[in-house]
């Protein structure tokens, strides 16, 4: 399953489209920071997205570096996305990788750094489940500088984490600027990823990243909390429950 977790809000149904046709089959719509509530109704979303394409469409909001603000839309949004600009400081990042409640880190790769890449703080975002986003439609409209700047500045992040938690996203709202799986993976390896790598970037990453994501809105003060399911209700058996034994209680 190919996913697109990065894709702009504007004309949302010829993007779909065109997604379906290149061989996507998920993405995720950017939204304002300031919309804290999930467009759950259809008269909310964009009519007939969810009807009239076989696409997964998810909810993300990007909140540029205010990592503090996470939890706050934990639950409204199933992504949660943090930027690294210009404005970035070495601390800041550190901060992000360390702390932020966060899935996906996205650094500006077009310009010089404004922060020290250090390997230590990628690996701690990447064993804490974060995963860091590399957009490839810069790349399609930028000049020999830029380009130079973002092929040299993915490779140091692919050096930094290992090939192991990244996530390539097309990071475009221009439905031209789509292009499909297989030429993600084949651009991703010039950012300095194996093909296997590459081909994880788009897939099984992307697909560990919403798992993530899901399981972190159900948890609840240390509880995890779900629907029943049709299974549960035919396997409830009430005898089993009324016969079980009951934890000893020690007095003193």
């Keep these: 399953m190919a996913y697109d977790l990065n894709v702009g809000a504007g004309a949302l149904p010829v993007l779909l489209r065109r997604a379906q046709d290149l061989g996507w089959e998920c993405i995720a719509r950017v939204s304002p920071p300031a919309s804290t509530s999930k467009p759950n109704s259809p008269s909310q979303r964009t009519p007939g997205c969810e009807q009239q394409h076989e696409i997964r469409v998810l909810e993300r909001v990007n909140l540029g570096c205010a990592w503090e603000q996470c939890p706050k839309y934990k639950d409204s949004h199933d992504l949660i996305g943090l930027e690294c600009d210009a404005s970035t400081t070495s601390e800041i990042f550190k901060k992000i990788c360390e702390r932020a409640e ?52 993915a490779r140091l992040l692919c050096r930094s984490t290992r090939g192991k938690g990244l996530v390539l996203s097309s990071g475009t709202a221009n439905p031209l600027d789509l292009r499909s799986p297989s030429d993600a993976q084949n651009l991703a390896t010039l950012f300095g990823l194996k093909p296997a790598e590459a081909k994880s970037a788009v897939e099984s990453t992307c697909a560990r990243i919403v798992e993530r994501a899901g399981l972190r809105r159900g948890f609840k003060r240390g509880f995890q909390l779900r629907e029943k399911t049709r299974e549960d209700v035919e396997n409830f058996d009430e005898n089993r429950v009324a016969g079980a034994k009951k934890p000893r209680v020690q007095k003193y």
Aim: glycine share 4%.
């Design 102 to 153: 966060c899935d996906l880190i996205t650094i500006n790769l077009s310009k010089p750094l404004s922060f020290y890449l250090s390997q230590s703080h990628v690996q701690c975002a990447v064993r804490r489940g974060v995963a860091f986003e590399i957009l490839y439609s810069k790349v399609l409209h930028a000049d020999e500088s830029t380009r130079r700047s973002i092929f040299g500045n």
